[in-house]
């Protein structure tokens, strides 16, 4: 199924705040310009409108449509998931960067695992709800880091041996090499993996960068309409 694209570019009420920019692309080292050409990272800036945590309790809402999406997502779908065109397109570039899909798994197959053996798409708080309707509406995976913990673009590239991931003491070293999310200093995410320890999205955030990242085979549409689905649940009131 098509993602829908209806509320992309919705108009603010006159007076409102000025429009948070839209949509931006990252930048990539030039090692993958050459080696990976069709790699891409997409950037959506968020102001949180909703009241409150961004870990508390999901609305009744988005539970709701978390009970829709998992009666929807039922052993079938589950199995075949892989073989949809953008579940098929991620598993086709991990084995590109030399990670195996059937070890290391897919985002939207991780998440198809997990509703398997936990009987359905749970809450696990408001953010990570969105993200997962996001995730599962599209299967384009989006992340989203705290605002005021990035410093400058955001970006692709391959890690220095030996330097951390994320700016907090006793952040974890990296190999030489690995693909990373970066800011102008640092490298906060694994390409696919977790997000660096004190960067990630508190309780009490109230601007995020969310990103999503763009493979060969996924179209444009798909990874807009995930960054838009969340952007668009996050900054109602």
């Known amino acids: 199924m098509s993602p829908d694209s209806s509320s992309a570019g919705r108009d603010r009420p006159a007076g409102a705040e000025p429009e948070i920019p839209e949509l931006e692309l990252g930048w990539r080292a030039r090692e993958l310009e050459q080696d990976l050409p069709e790699l891409g990272l997409v950037i959506a800036q968020v102001r949180v409108g909703r009241p409150g945590s961004l870990r508390a309790r999901s609305t009744p809402g988005i539970e709701d449509r978390l009970r829709e999406l998992s009666n929807r997502f039922r052993g079938a779908r589950a199995v075949a998931v892989r073989s949809e065109p953008v579940p098929a ?30 009987g359905g798409f749970l809450s696990s708080g408001l953010l990570e709800d969105i993200l997962l309707i996001a995730l599962v509406d599209t299967g384009v995976p989006v992340w989203a880091l705290d605002a005021e913990a990035v410093n400058g673009p955001l970006g692709i590239r391959a ?7 994320g700016r907090t003491a006793g952040a974890p070293a990296l190999p030489a090499g690995r693909l990373v999310v970066a800011d102008a200093s640092t490298a906060l995410a694994s390409l696919f993996g977790e997000l660096a320890s004190g960067h990630e999205a508190k309780a009490g955030t109230h601007r995020l960068t969310l990103f999503a990242i763009q493979v060969s085979g996924v179209p444009s549409l798909y990874v807009e309409q995930a960054l838009w689905t969340c952007r668009t649940a996050l900054e109602a009131p």
């Open 89 to 118: 397109a991620y598993r086709v570039f991990f084995r590109q960067i030399g990670l195996d899909p059937d070890v290391v798994r897919t985002p939207i197959e991780a998440v198809a695992l997990e509703r398997m053996l936990r």
């Open 159 to 165: 890690s220095s041996e030996g330097e951390p991931l």
